[in-house]
């Protein structure tokens, strides 16, 4: 490994990427609480998710394109 440039700026970090695990991990704890409530994704599911969890839909559909395998998991 090379050590950083010094004639180039450092990489900014991108907080949006950052932060977005954190946001999917919460998303996944949440919507398996609320399993507690509500054990099928029924209206009344996904009414209580937008309750308590404005961002679920997004974190969802995030969480959908990850592309995490089963094979990922085994190794
Ligand atoms: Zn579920």
Do not use: C
Request: hydrophobic share 35%; net charge positive.
């Amino acid at each position: 490994m090379r050590p950083p440039s010094r004639k180039r700026p450092p990489n900014r970090l991108n907080t949006e990427l950052v932060k977005k695990p954190r946001d999917l991990l919460e998303y996944v704890v949440v919507h398996e609480l609320l399993h507690l409530i509500e054990p099928t994704h029924s209206e009344r599911f996904v009414s209580l998710l937008d309750q308590v969890y404005p961002g679920g839909r997004e974190a969802r559909a995030e969480l959908n394109d990850l592309p995490l395998s089963a094979r990922a998991w085994k190794e």
